[in-house]
């Protein structure tokens, strides 16, 4: 497993990590990651996964970096605070080590979540603040209100199947040397189906596979990490393909086959479910 560093934090995170929503696997899935180096697990309160997460990392919590997300729908000032005190309890750890505003609430200020997060990280109940599916524009009003540079990542969706949010998000981040986590970076599961329908994609990731002797999930993932703030958080309930995605890890694309890649994609974006 290669590492990045956490924005300017000087603590070193997994290029492939681990996410948990809809996981269902054993506790042995997510202790084969973190024995690899998988070793952020990412969940969140409306995930229903952090007591799953929490029982895993009985022993090992110390290898582990976590990272869970408050719900929009708690982005007021007690909220906040109560939201931080149920995933501790439910993880079963003092300390979340990055709690991300799951996606942006117009509704509550900013300000005003932001004032809990920072009692938090006071208190020691979280080392560091990141958000979520939040524009640049959101990421700047969130970094303001926070205190410059203490907003250290974004979570967004991004794959080679669905470009777009990060075509806007990562060119911001890797200029302030803000990590991003990269989720659905396999599409859900649903990327060989994708890849029958969009014939030049699917015969360009064919031809990629073939050149480097890794498989489709493994190319994908390794496109998606190409910057160097970028890692990725695939999910899965099996063993067999932790090991699979850890090790889209430790190689890197040629420049070749990375633009092959990403012109057969083209420029087709998801859209914003949260919006
Ligand atoms: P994903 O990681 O792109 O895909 C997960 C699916 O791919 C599962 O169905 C899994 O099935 C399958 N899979 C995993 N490895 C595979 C492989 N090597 N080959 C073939 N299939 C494979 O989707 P995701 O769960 O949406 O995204 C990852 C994580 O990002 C989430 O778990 C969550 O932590 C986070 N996330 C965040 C947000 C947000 O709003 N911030 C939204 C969505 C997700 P099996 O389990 O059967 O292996």
């Known amino acids: 497993m290669e590492?990045?560093?956490?924005?300017?934090?000087?603590?070193?995170?997994?290029?492939?990590?681990?996410?948990?929503?809809?996981?269902?696997?054993?506790?042995?899935?997510?202790?084969r990651a973190v024995e690899l180096g998988a070793n952020l697990i990412d969940t969140a309160e409306i995930y229903g996964t952090e007591a799953a997460v929490g029982s895993a990392i009985q022993g090992i919590r110390d290898q582990c970096f976590i990272a869970t997300k408050v719900s929009p729908g708690h982005f007021h000032y007690k909220d906040v605070l109560s939201a931080a005190d149920g995933s501790l309890r439910r993880l079963g750890v003092d300390t979340i080590d990055l709690y991300?505003?799951?996606?942006?609430?117009?509704?509550?200020?900013?300000?005003?979540?932001?004032r809990a997060m920072?009692?938090?990280?006071?208190?020691?109940?979280?080392?560091?603040?990141?958000?979520?599916?939040?524009?640049?524009?959101?990421?700047?009003?969130?970094?303001?209100?926070?205190?410059e540079g203490r907003v250290v990542s974004?979570?967004?969706k991004y794959s080679l199947f669905d470009q777009g949010f990060g075509?806007?998000?990562?060119?911001?981040?890797?200029?302030?040397?803000?990590?991003?986590?990269?989720?659905s970076p396999l599409e859900q599961g649903s990327f060989e189906a994708d890849a029958r329908k969009r014939k030049e994609l699917g015969n360009a990731l064919n031809r990629v596979s073939q050149e480097t002797g890794k498989t489709a999930a493994q190319?994908?993932?390794?496109?998606?990490?190409?910057?160097?703030?970028?890692?990725?958080?695939?999910?899965?309930d099996r063993?067999?393909?932790v090991d699979e995605n850890c090790a889209a890890s430790g190689w890197r694309l040629?420049?070749?086959?990375?633009?092959?890649?990403?012109?057969?994609?083209g420029a087709v974006t998801g859209r914003r479910w949260w919006t």
Not at 254 to 265: I, K, M, N, V
Request: glycine share 6%.
């Open 3 to 31: 590492y990045k560093k956490l924005a300017r934090t000087g603590i070193e995170i997994p290029e492939i990590g681990f996410g948990t929503w809809k996981f269902r696997g054993e506790s042995t899935v997510i202790r």
């Open 100 to 114: 991300q505003l799951h996606w942006p609430n117009r509704s509550v200020p900013i300000e005003e979540t932001m």
């Open 118 to 147: 920072d009692e938090l990280i006071t208190a020691g109940k979280v080392r560091f603040a990141g958000v979520s599916n939040f524009s640049v524009q959101e990421m700047k009003e969130a970094d303001r209100a926070l205190g």
């Open 154 to 156: 974004n979570q967004i």
């Open 167 to 183: 075509d806007e998000v990562i060119p911001y981040c890797e200029e302030r040397g803000i990590t991003v986590l990269a989720y």
């Open 219 to 236: 190319v994908l993932l390794n496109w998606t990490i190409r910057s160097p703030v970028v890692i990725a958080i695939p999910k899965t």
């Open 239 to 241: 063993v067999p393909r």
């Open 254 to 265: 040629t420049d070749e086959q990375y633009a092959a890649l990403t012109q057969a994609a």
